[in-house]
């Protein structure tokens, strides 16, 4: 699915397209609210390490100050670009991998100094089926493993997909298991295992090795770094499908609001911060299974609306399977037929049978634990179908997902596009020799040369972009994709006066564009649509509005803008105007 269908919604995408709006609406409900319950949970374990590296004991006041701090600050985070940055990614797994393997080296030295704690021979390994209470915790290993799909959305980035995928996988996921079999195996070296805590068993097992030490510090607090850059690596990807989602009428358009110069969805984020806040607020209830249980209440409901989130990718694989056969694909899928379904149904069953295991009570001692969890659960999954509902209400039409017609036609559509392309990629190459930027734009082969935009397309930075050199006047720039310039590149008279052309580093900060709206006739439209303007700081240069009919008026606005990022954004705010029905660039 990421190799073939390359979108900004990654699951999202695939199950709107292959299900349509209505399951488009409930996975991409599930997968955010599993985030703010995820940051809950964490937030609920920075209080009891805190107090074992400082020696302190925290009140429950004191522990909601710090809990709030934790979800404030991932938070701020979110709002920055570092919740998306490389050194936040990298740096979080290189702490994560040295906690992990200095665990597993300690418990072996410890072992060897003070013998084994537990039965360490291989079948000690294997999963103990007839164990009812362990089965809960097979959700949590498939959790650890979820995310490796985004990879498959990566396909831009490599040479060759087909080889780079699969190694990624492959390599990944035996890193992954080896890392964590070598923690687990220290742990359980210098740690009976009717001893472990379920919640603190690492840090515990450390405190045990070398106790109260310099080392115990410094692993609780690298601990709780990596806590901080999990929580900031997910919220940007988490907050772009709420605020995609919130685009197409699928979420609240608070999603979709407040997007900021750097375009981070600050809205989403904010949503996040006020739910985990109130979450975790289930800590003053008087009722001992739920204030002293609420870190696996929260994160085991975390984990169930994550495995939900991947269930309604299988039949939509299978919708996409039959209404798009056409599409070029890397991988192909080994089953067709009657076994294609057994196959698909294999991993639905799977994860239906781990939430299963999460969530039901196999055994009286676990009635007082997972009950809390089993009503947590069915009110967020009544809200989410209210959010559905209500939230569709935004958008015009329900889109029924990809038909065969619709499929053909989006087929069509990329063949245009990749036409266009190959037209300016055949453009005849010219001496770089002396290459300049005037009005942050690089013609090849013209030095200081007068350069103009062209109206009938109005070029802005972010949009792929040619030029024809004029008789008169230097040289006119075009989007690659506009209609005259593609036009005119298959006249042999025209052709070899195209040349190639790109936006320099040091663009204008602002270049006019046309936005033309359809809206509702009413009074104080326009007070509204200015006011919205205003508001993200847009410069007005022209406007003009009529009447048409059906009681509808259509706005046309010359604004100042930056490049098709913040295009993007403007249409987006002026969207959410009451009674705007279209925002389109002219």
Same mark, same amino acid.
């Given at each position: 699915?990421?190799?073939?269908?390359?979108?900004?919604?990654?699951?999202?995408?695939?199950?709107?397209?292959?299900?349509?709006?209505?399951?488009?609406?409930?996975?991409?409900?599930?997968?955010? @609210?599993?985030?703010?319950?995820?940051?809950?949970?964490?937030?609920?374990?920075?209080?009891? !390490?805190?107090?074992? @590296?400082?020696?302190?004991?925290?009140?429950?006041?004191?522990?909601?100050?710090?809990?709030?701090?934790?979800?404030?600050? @991932?938070?701020?985070?979110?709002?920055?670009?570092?919740?998306? =940055?490389?050194?936040?990614?990298?740096?979080?797994?290189?702490?994560?991998?040295?906690?992990?393997?200095?665990?597993?080296?300690?418990?072996?030295?410890?072992?060897?100094?003070?013998?084994?704690?537990?039965?360490?021979?291989?079948?000690?390994?294997?999963?103990?089926?007839?164990?009812?209470?362990?089965?809960?915790?097979? =959700?949590?290993?498939?959790?650890?493993?979820?995310?490796?799909?985004?990879?498959?959305?990566?396909?831009?980035?490599?040479?060759? /997909?087909?080889?780079?995928?699969?190694?990624?996988?492959?390599?990944?996921? &035996?890193?992954?298991?080896? !890392?964590?079999?070598?923690?687990?195996?220290?742990?359980?070296?210098?740690? /009976?295992?009717?001893?472990?805590?379920?919640?603190?068993?690492?840090?515990?097992?450390?405190?045990?090795? @070398?106790?109260?030490?310099?080392?115990?510090?410094?692993?609780?607090?690298?601990?709780?770094?990596?806590?901080?850059?999990?929580?900031?690596?997910? =919220?940007?990807?988490?907050?772009?499908?709420?605020?995609?989602?919130?685009?197409?009428?699928?979420?609240?358009?608070?999603?979709?609001?407040?997007?900021?110069?750097?375009?981070?969805?600050?809205?989403?984020?904010?949503?996040?911060?006020?739910?985990?806040?109130?979450? &975790?607020?289930?800590?003053?209830?008087?009722?001992?299974?739920?204030?002293?249980?609420?870190?696996?209440?929260?994160?085991?409901?975390?984990?169930?609306?994550?495995?939900?989130?991947?269930? /309604?990718?299988?039949?939509?694989?299978?919708?996409?399977?039959?209404?798009?056969?056409?599409?070029?694909?890397?991988?192909?899928?080994?089953?067709?037929?009657?076994?294609?379904?057994?196959?698909?149904?294999?991993?639905?069953?799977?994860?239906?049978?781990?939430?299963?295991?999460?969530?039901?009570?196999?055994?009286?001692?676990?009635?007082?634990?997972?009950?809390?969890?089993?009503?947590?659960?069915?009110?967020?999954?009544?809200?989410?179908?209210?959010?559905?509902?209500? =939230?569709?209400?935004?958008?015009?039409?329900?889109?029924?997902?990809?038909?065969?017609?619709?499929?053909?036609?989006?087929?069509?559509?990329?063949?245009?596009?990749?036409?266009?392309?190959?037209?300016?990629?055949?453009?005849?190459?010219?001496?770089?020799?002396?290459?300049?930027?005037?009005?942050?734009?690089?013609?090849?082969?013209?030095?200081?040369?007068?350069?103009?935009?062209?109206?009938?397309?109005?070029?802005?930075?972010?949009?792929?972009?040619?030029?024809?050199?004029?008789?008169?006047?230097?040289?006119?720039?075009?989007?690659?994709?506009?209609?005259?310039?593609?036009?005119?590149?298959?006249? /042999?008279?025209?052709?070899?006066?195209?040349?190639?052309?790109?936006?320099?580093?040091?663009?204008?900060?602002?270049?006019?564009?046309?936005?033309?709206?359809?809206?509702?006739?009413?009074?104080?439209?326009?007070?509204?649509?200015?006011?919205? &303007?205003?508001?993200?700081?847009?410069?007005?240069?022209?406007?003009?509005?009529?009447?048409?009919?059906?009681?509808?008026?259509?706005?046309?606005?010359?604004?100042?803008?930056?490049?098709?990022?913040? &295009?993007?954004?403007?249409?987006?705010?002026?969207?959410?105007?009451?009674?705007?029905?279209?925002?389109?660039?002219?």
């Amino acid at each position: 699915l990421g190799t073939t269908y390359d979108g900004e919604g990654g699951i999202y995408d695939w199950v709107r397209d292959g299900l349509g709006d209505k399951w488009g609406a409930r996975i991409s409900y599930y997968y955010w @609210v599993n985030y703010p319950l995820w940051i809950a949970s964490l937030a609920t374990m920075f209080p009891d !390490i805190l107090g074992m @590296v400082f020696g302190v004991e925290f009140n429950l006041i004191a522990k909601m100050g710090i809990d709030l701090a934790f979800v404030w600050i @991932v938070y701020l985070m979110g709002r920055s670009k570092a919740a998306d =940055s490389e050194w936040v990614l990298n740096g979080g797994a290189i702490i994560k991998v040295a906690v992990a393997v200095i665990v597993g080296a300690l418990g072996i030295w410890y072992a060897m100094e003070n013998g084994f704690a537990n039965d360490m021979s291989a079948a000690t390994f294997l999963p103990e089926l007839t164990n009812t209470n362990a089965l809960g915790y097979l =959700s949590i290993i498939i959790f650890n493993f979820m995310g490796f799909e985004v990879i498959c959305t990566m396909t831009d980035d490599m040479a060759d /997909p087909a080889r780079d995928i699969p190694k990624a996988i492959i390599v990944g996921g &035996l890193s992954i298991a080896v !890392i964590y079999l070598f923690a687990g195996f220290g742990i359980g070296a210098a740690v /009976p295992a009717d001893s472990i805590d379920p919640d603190y068993g690492m840090i515990y097992a450390v405190q045990t090795m @070398v106790g109260d030490s310099m080392i115990f510090k410094v692993i609780c607090i690298a601990f709780l770094i990596t806590l901080f850059a999990n929580m900031a690596a997910w =919220s940007f990807g988490v907050n772009s499908v709420a605020r995609y989602a919130a685009e197409h009428g699928n979420m609240p358009k608070v999603f979709a609001s407040m997007i900021s110069d750097d375009d981070m969805p600050n809205g989403a984020n904010l949503v996040n911060a006020i739910v985990a806040s109130l979450v &975790l607020c289930l800590q003053l209830v008087p009722i001992d299974a739920i204030s002293n249980g609420v870190f696996w209440m929260l994160f085991g409901t975390s984990v169930v609306f994550l495995l939900l989130t991947y269930i /309604p990718m299988f039949p939509a694989f299978l919708n996409l399977r039959k209404n798009d056969p056409n599409r070029e694909r890397i991988f192909t899928f080994p089953f067709k037929g009657a076994m294609m379904k057994v196959m698909l149904a294999i991993p639905c069953i799977e994860l239906i049978l781990a939430i299963v295991a999460t969530l039901v009570p196999f055994s009286v001692d676990e009635i007082g634990d997972k009950v809390p969890m089993i009503v947590i659960f069915i009110v967020l999954v009544l809200i989410g179908e209210i959010v559905r509902v209500v =939230s569709a209400k935004g958008r015009e039409t329900e889109y029924k997902g990809l038909t065969p017609e619709l499929a053909a036609q989006r087929l069509a559509e990329e063949a245009a596009e990749a036409e266009e392309n190959k037209s300016v990629e055949d453009l005849p190459k010219v001496d770089l020799s002396r290459v300049h930027a005037t009005d942050g734009v690089v013609v090849e082969g013209f030095d200081n040369t007068p350069i103009k935009f062209a109206k009938c397309c109005s070029p802005l930075p972010g949009d792929p972009i040619v030029g024809f050199i004029t008789r008169g006047f230097g040289v006119s720039i075009h989007k690659q994709t506009c209609a005259n310039a593609v036009a005119s590149m298959k006249d /042999p008279s025209n052709a070899p006066r195209w040349v190639k052309a790109y936006w320099a580093d040091s663009v204008k900060d602002s270049y006019k564009a046309g936005l033309e709206i359809i809206a509702l006739n009413r009074n104080e439209l326009l007070q509204d649509v200015l006011s919205a &303007l205003a508001d993200i700081r847009v410069p007005i240069y022209a406007m003009n509005a009529r009447q048409v009919e059906n009681n509808c008026a259509v706005v046309s606005l010359t604004i100042g803008i930056n490049n098709t990022e913040h &295009l993007n954004r403007v249409v987006a705010r002026l969207s959410k105007v009451r009674d705007v029905l279209k925002v389109t660039r002219s």
